[in-house]
């Protein structure tokens, strides 16, 4: 059965994914983030994920060029983050509290969990870019619901402990 891209978008809205930012430094060492929800684990042994990223992204020239960068999980507390980083022009990480990561990669301290990442591919997927990525260091917090995006909305989990 043939989907237009709407019904295609609307039934891939009925899975629920966790929402990330992806962060890195940009060309002139400026920390940027970008919202994503297409984060996944690859590898244990390796230690891989992958995430994509649309051509179309104002931050694609950042990130095509980057060989590392960070993937930040995001807790319930954490929507306004993502809804600002999910928007074109806004990538700036002023004004959110950051740690430098082990290899330079800022994070986000308001993470639930973290994965510190060097580019180990990038492949072509139509009109998304999978970074692939080598985790160099992880880490997550004790206690914390993760941000839910499902059906176009933001959902937290009551209680994810």
Same mark, same amino acid.
Request: aromatic share 2%; charged share 15%.
């Given at each position: 059965m043939k989907q237009d891209s709407r019904g295609f978008r609307d039934a891939l809205g009925h899975f629920a994914t966790g929402v990330a930012v992806i962060t890195t430094k940009g060309p002139e060492g400026a920390p940027l983030g970008l919202?994503?929800?297409s984060f996944a684990s690859v590898s244990l042994d390796p230690p891989l994920v992958l995430w994509s990223l649309d051509r179309t992204s104002d931050r694609f020239e %950042?990130?095509?060029?980057a060989e590392h960068f960070g993937v930040n999980?995001?807790?319930?507390?954490s929507q306004a983050v993502s809804h600002r980083l999910s928007r074109k022009g806004e990538f700036s990480?002023?004004?959110?509290?950051?740690r430098e990561?082990?290899?330079g990669?800022?994070?986000l301290e308001c993470a639930i969990a973290h994965f510190e990442c060097c580019v180990e591919?990038?492949?072509?997927?139509?009109d998304h870019v999978i970074f692939v990525g080598r985790v160099l260091d992880c880490g997550h917090r004790a206690h914390g619901a993760p941000l839910v995006y499902y059906r176009g909305r933001y959902r937290?989990?009551?209680? %994810?402990d």
């Open positions: 919202t994503v929800n %950042a990130f095509m060029k999980i995001l807790g319930g507390e990480l002023e004004g959110e509290t950051l990561g082990p290899h990669v800022p994070m591919q990038r492949h072509g997927g139509g937290a989990l009551g209680d %994810a």
